[in-house]
């Protein structure tokens, strides 16, 4: 189907992927990332929570999870930078009739391993994981996750009951991670056959047992690929580290303002650094003192330090979500998200000064970012 | 006579582009209107009801005029020269 406009950007440009509450849009520069070209948008009216830039294979796909209000959502797929877009004509993630579940959104996109082009793996909700080993054309449910005994006592978040992260491990294929809202993170150490809860040490703020086996609210995780086992979690109520892929955490909220927050992302080059958006609290759901900042840790947590050049420091009634915190992984590494209020925020400089992108866009609720021809897909 | 279903403009892509299209009048109900459909046109059908067959929330379906919610849903009686139509809720933001 064509999109209204196309971006053609060459090797060594930057894109961003950008899914709203309206439609998606890409954003694309050359490596200085000083000017942005916008495109789109593409899927008018459709909310997009999850994109992901598969450059595998030889590829330069853009996958993108789209939800129609009216007729339900689908993946999909383009292969020329938005010009066209595969437009499926059946629902091409579906749950099996037996589940007595139906696809209500598309959360996570995450190509699979360097080693395995083909494999694609998608989070939903409801919370479950798919996958494709056709680059993202056919996905089938992860059975040993659809059929958990614990499913029954999953719990929807404020964000309906997702699967919205998936971490990998690039040198074992039989071990991964995900988070659900609110169910918490589960690992898989069989290649999805079987899965444990893994949140010793994570407290459950909403209930009445905080530190229960499952029922975590976990907004993100993330890890390194040089350092598979080590997690960063960004939990409703709390930020963690875990050093053993999730068998224990540590609280790491030392020096953020709050430990509330949606959004996390690691640094492309340096698994000790990871960035965060603090936000004020669970009622509120906006940055601390109305004053928007991005947090970095260059310790793996054991300080802090705010990121405020470029942003807005007075009135900054922002929030960013869980998947809108995105790097480019450039050689210096860029960082961008995207806020609530449709706001687009760029750094060149690791997050040292900021300058806004966009600032009418729709809400935004992801943001991804990749180099062309850097020939991995960032988170 | 073959019983006829009103597509609205965003489903027609998945039709072969036609507003309308028949299915056999021995349907009988709804349910067997969409079932038919579905043979010939499954990217329709999957817009219309999830992978469980149930209407999807937002989608109202109509037989001659009446919504089939305030009737029998999938089991609502259609008749020969009956209009099923299908159209997109009033609803958004």
Same mark, same amino acid.
């Given at each position: 189907?064509?999109?209204?406009? =196309?971006?053609?950007? =060459?090797?060594?440009?930057?894109?961003?992927?950008?899914? #709203?509450?309206?439609?998606?849009?890409?954003?694309?520069?050359?490596?200085?990332?000083?000017?942005?070209?916008?495109?789109?948008?593409?899927? @008018?009216?459709? &909310?997009?929570?999850?994109?992901?830039?598969?450059? @595998?294979?030889?590829?330069?796909?853009?996958?993108?999870?789209?939800?129609?209000?009216?007729?339900?959502?689908?993946?999909?797929?383009?292969?020329?930078?938005?010009?066209?877009? !595969?437009?499926?004509? @059946?629902?091409?993630?579906?749950?099996?009739?037996? =589940?007595?579940?139906?696809?209500?959104?598309?959360?996570?996109?995450?190509?699979?391993?360097?080693?395995?082009?083909?494999?694609?793996?998608?989070?939903?909700?409801?919370?479950?994981?798919?996958?494709?080993?056709?680059?993202?054309?056919?996905?089938?449910?992860?059975?040993?996750?659809?059929?958990?005994?614990?499913?029954?006592?999953?719990?929807?978040?404020?964000?309906?009951?997702?699967?919205?992260?998936?971490?990998?491990?690039?040198?074992?294929?039989?071990?991964?991670?995900?988070?659900?809202?609110?169910?918490?993170?589960?690992?898989?150490?069989?290649?999805?056959?079987?899965?444990?809860?893994?949140?010793?040490?994570?407290? &459950?703020?909403?209930?009445?047992?905080?530190?229960?086996?499952?029922?975590?609210?976990?907004?993100?995780?993330?890890?390194?690929?040089?350092?598979?086992?080590?997690?960063?979690?960004?939990?409703?109520?709390?930020?963690?580290?875990?050093?053993?892929?999730?068998? !224990?955490?540590?609280?790491? +909220?030392?020096?953020?303002? !709050?430990?509330?927050?949606?959004?996390?992302?690691?640094?492309?080059?340096?698994?000790? #650094?990871?960035?965060?958006?603090?936000?004020?609290?669970?009622?509120?759901?906006?940055?601390?003192?109305?004053?928007?900042?991005?947090?970095?840790?260059?310790?793996?947590?054991?300080?802090?330090? &705010?990121?405020?050049?470029?942003?807005?420091?007075?009135?900054?009634?922002?929030?960013?979500?869980?998947?809108?915190?995105?790097?480019?992984?450039? &050689?210096?590494?860029?960082?961008?998200?995207? #806020?609530? =209020?449709?706001?687009?925020?760029?750094?060149?400089?690791?997050?040292?000064?900021?300058?806004?992108?966009?600032?009418?866009?729709?809400?935004?609720?992801?943001?991804?970012? +990749?180099?062309?021809?850097?020939? #991995?897909?960032?988170? | 006579?073959?019983?006829?279903?009103?597509?609205?403009?965003?489903?027609?892509?998945?039709?072969? /582009? *036609?507003?309308?299209?028949?299915?056999?009048? *021995?349907?009988?109900? $709804?349910?067997?209107?969409? /079932?038919?459909?579905?043979? *010939?046109?499954? /990217? $329709? $059908?999957? *817009?219309?009801?999830?992978?469980?067959?149930?209407?999807?929330?937002?989608?109202?379906?109509?037989?001659?005029?009446?919504?089939?919610?305030?009737?029998?849903?999938?089991?609502?009686?259609?008749?020969?020269?009956?209009?099923?139509?299908?159209?997109?809720?009033?609803?958004?933001?």
């Amino acid at each position: 189907m064509p999109a209204d406009r =196309s971006a053609s950007p =060459s090797e060594g440009d930057v894109v961003l992927l950008v899914g #709203t509450m309206k439609g998606a849009f890409l954003f694309s520069s050359d490596g200085g990332r000083g000017e942005w070209r916008i495109d789109g948008p593409y899927f @008018r009216g459709m &909310a997009v929570y999850a994109m992901a830039m598969d450059q @595998r294979g030889g590829r330069r796909r853009i996958l993108a999870g789209s939800q129609s209000m009216h007729w339900g959502a689908v993946v999909q797929s383009s292969d020329d930078f938005g010009a066209t877009w !595969s437009a499926p004509d @059946r629902q091409n993630v579906r749950f099996p009739e037996d =589940s007595g579940l139906a696809l209500t959104n598309v959360w996570q996109l995450r190509p699979g391993r360097a080693d395995e082009p083909d494999t694609v793996y998608c989070g939903v909700e409801p919370a479950a994981l798919f996958q494709s080993r056709d680059a993202g054309e056919t996905w089938s449910p992860v059975d040993g996750l659809l059929n958990h005994e614990h499913r029954p006592r999953w719990q929807p978040g404020g964000g309906g009951l997702c699967l919205h992260t998936i971490v990998l491990d690039p040198a074992n294929p039989e071990r991964m991670g995900v988070a659900i809202s609110t169910g918490g993170f589960y690992r898989t150490d069989d290649g999805g056959r079987s899965w444990r809860a893994r949140n010793v040490g994570v407290r &459950a703020e909403f209930l009445p047992d905080k530190h229960p086996e499952f029922g975590q609210c976990v907004h993100k995780v993330v890890n390194h690929p040089s350092r598979p086992e080590r997690l960063f979690l960004q939990n409703h109520w709390g930020l963690y580290r875990s050093d053993d892929w999730g068998d !224990s955490w540590v609280d790491i +909220a030392n020096g953020v303002p !709050s430990d509330f927050g949606f959004a996390m992302e690691m640094h492309p080059n340096d698994p000790d #650094t990871v960035y965060i958006v603090p936000i004020d609290s669970d009622q509120f759901r906006i940055v601390p003192d109305a004053r928007l900042r991005v947090y970095r840790t260059r310790d793996a947590g054991a300080s802090w330090q &705010a990121l405020e050049g470029g942003l807005p420091q007075q009135d900054a009634y922002e929030c960013v979500l869980r998947d809108a915190l995105a790097t480019d992984g450039h &050689a210096t590494a860029g960082f961008y998200f995207g #806020t609530r =209020s449709g706001k687009l925020f760029g750094s060149a400089d690791e997050g040292e000064t900021w300058r806004e992108i966009s600032g009418a866009l729709p809400p935004i609720v992801c943001v991804k970012a +990749a180099v062309i021809g850097a020939g #991995t897909a960032n988170s | 006579m073959p019983i006829t279903i009103a597509l609205p403009g965003a489903l027609q892509p998945y039709a072969g /582009g *036609r507003p309308e299209v028949t299915v056999d009048a *021995r349907c009988g109900t $709804v349910g067997d209107v969409l /079932g038919a459909l579905a043979g *010939r046109y499954a /990217g $329709v $059908v999957d *817009r219309v009801m999830d992978e469980q067959g149930r209407v999807r929330q937002h989608v109202n379906v109509f037989v001659d005029g009446d919504n089939i919610r305030f009737l029998d849903g999938l089991g609502t009686l259609v008749g020969q020269g009956s209009t099923v139509t299908i159209v997109p809720a009033v609803s958004g933001g």
